[in-house]
């Protein structure tokens, strides 16, 4: 007798369902693309404002210096880049402990190219339904010719994307004249089809898989959420139980707000990490409610507190000023005012003072004793500028030769400098002294940088 044997295959990985979002229209799908288009007209259009003369928004890794406007930044100038990212952070934390994922719901880069992609695909494939006709029929002309123009559409946009993102790095005037003589370096060529390919894939292609399991934020999210966070909920008190006749909640159990997910969950279970806070469920919701005579709101943003307690708005926005929302704000507020201040303030110059080892201390001329230096001098603004450099902290030093010397607009120049002393009633050592360099003009900005003077 032979025993019948069974093989249990368990696959590791949940396989994805197809979704097909549903397109919606109301007071939060407005916001989506009008987020949508601001975001996109400074992405691709800033590339190409100019600003004295040169582009107004340029990360010049080669050169290493980044414009942004009028501001000219160095390496030097990290700190900036740290505050910057200190304030995003902030605000990331400050917001979602308001009103949940604000920025994946309306800004983020990936939620912003899906639904350009998105648009795209309606436009070419039709809605929902003629979506899902058209990916259960068989290959034929007509599906081979909507698919292709899709994604013709697709990679044009995505390629595009790629080609503006490269032209942060790369004056986008230059690359374009590159790009259209076919002369492209293997650098500028390979971030553009890479950024390209990304935009491509991500939007395109995995869409809700990026948000539910490439992105962190979905996982960390719920320790910046509490019972008194905005977040979509359903009103079960309003809408159970499901379905239409006597008896029955507002909840006609229709499915748009699933329909519309773009990452295909059920608000009515309850919050879930997979919900990016995009409200097309609000939206979609509101417009049934409307057909069917019942009050909006059924699906809302609310919180947990005002959801159990039966809070009015009024209620609810009160409790958005509490000790945790108000200690996000002080501290971001004190980081953007002292970054602010700090930027005003800045001054347009810096030194950087470098002893020449190759002779650190030798005796000239008439018994004196001669250092030598290399002193970086960056000019920072845009208009050339003439510097004087001193030296002080030693008595009788002085610099030998023309204490006079010019920068080009946001450029640097190493310049060789000499310090001498007499060694008499100087003992032999190291010494302090202190360069003192400043512009010549108006302004007269002026820095200075400690060194030291060796006598033997």
Same mark, same amino acid.
């Given at each position: 007798m032979k025993n019948d044997l069974q093989t249990a295959v368990i696959s590791l990985y949940e396989v994805r369902q197809a979704i097909y979002p549903r397109a919606v229209h109301g007071w939060f799908a407005a916001w989506r693309w009008t987020l949508v288009w601001a975001t996109q007209l400074v992405f691709y259009g800033g590339a190409w404002l100019q600003w004295n003369e040169r582009q107004a928004v340029l990360f010049d890794i080669a050169h290493r210096k980044f414009y942004i406007l009028g501001l000219v930044f160095w390496p030097q100038d990290i700190i900036y880049l740290t505050a910057l990212l200190i304030i995003s952070a902030l605000s990331l934390f400050l917001f979602t402990a308001v009103a949940g994922r604000l920025w994946c719901g309306y800004a983020c880069p990936q939620t912003v190219y899906t639904e350009i992609f998105l648009w795209v695909e309606r436009k070419i494939e039709g809605d929902r339904?003629?979506?899902?006709?058209?990916?259960?029929?068989?290959?034929?002309? @007509?599906?081979?010719?909507?698919?292709?123009?899709? *994604? $013709?559409?697709?990679?044009?946009?995505?390629?595009?994307t790629g080609f503006t993102f490269v032209g942060y790095f790369t004056p986008i005037r230059e690359l374009w004249r590159e790009a259209m003589s076919l002369s492209l370096g293997p650098w500028e060529a390979f971030w553009v089809f890479f950024y390209g390919f990304a935009t491509y894939g991500n939007a395109g292609w995995m869409r809700e898989q990026v948000c539910k399991y490439m992105c962190p934020y979905a996982r960390f999210q719920s320790a910046m959420f509490d019972k008194d966070t905005m977040i979509i909920t359903y009103d079960r008190q309003r809408g159970e139980p499901r379905g239409k006749g006597a008896g029955k909640g507002d909840c006609? #159990?229709? $499915?748009?707000?699933v329909q519309a997910c773009p990452t295909g969950i059920d608000i009515r279970d309850g919050l879930q990490y997979e919900c990016i806070g995009c409200a097309a469920?609000? #939206? $979609?919701? #509101?417009?049934?409610? #409307?057909?069917?005579? =019942?009050? @909006?709101?059924?699906?809302?943003?609310? !919180? !947990?507190?005002a959801m159990e307690k039966g809070w009015s708005g009024k209620a609810m926005f009160r409790r958005a000023l509490r000790p945790r929302v108000l200690v996000y704000f002080s501290v971001l507020a004190g980081i953007v005012v002292a970054a602010g201040a700090s930027l005003y303030l800045r001054v347009p110059l810096k030194v950087d003072v470098i002893r020449d080892r190759a002779a650190m201390s030798r005796e000239v001329e008439g018994g004196m004793v001669e250092n030598l230096y290399r002193l970086q001098i960056m000019n920072t603004?845009?208009? &050339?500028?003439?510097?004087?450099?001193?030296?002080? $902290?030693?008595?009788g030093a002085y610099i030998a030769g023309?204490?006079?010397?010019?920068?080009?607009?946001?450029?640097?120049?190493?310049?060789?400098?000499?310090?001498? &002393?007499?060694?008499?009633? !100087?003992?032999?050592? =190291? *010494?302090p002294i202190e360069f003192h360099v400043r512009a010549l003009g108006p302004d007269g900005a002026e820095v200075r940088e400690p060194s030291v003077f060796i006598v033997r």
């Open positions: 339904n003629a979506r899902i006709r058209l990916d259960g029929q068989a290959l034929g002309p @007509r599906k081979f010719f909507l698919k292709g123009a899709k *994604h $013709g559409a697709w990679i044009a946009i995505a390629l595009w006609v #159990d229709c $499915g748009i707000c469920c609000i #939206d $979609g919701c #509101d417009q049934v409610m #409307d057909k069917v005579g =019942s009050p @909006r709101g059924l699906i809302r943003y609310s !919180t !947990t507190n603004t845009e208009r &050339a500028r003439a510097f004087v450099i001193e030296v002080s $902290g030693l008595p023309e204490p006079i010397t010019g920068v080009p607009a946001a450029s640097s120049r190493m310049v060789p400098v000499k310090v001498r &002393a007499l060694p008499y009633g !100087t003992a032999a050592g =190291s *010494h």
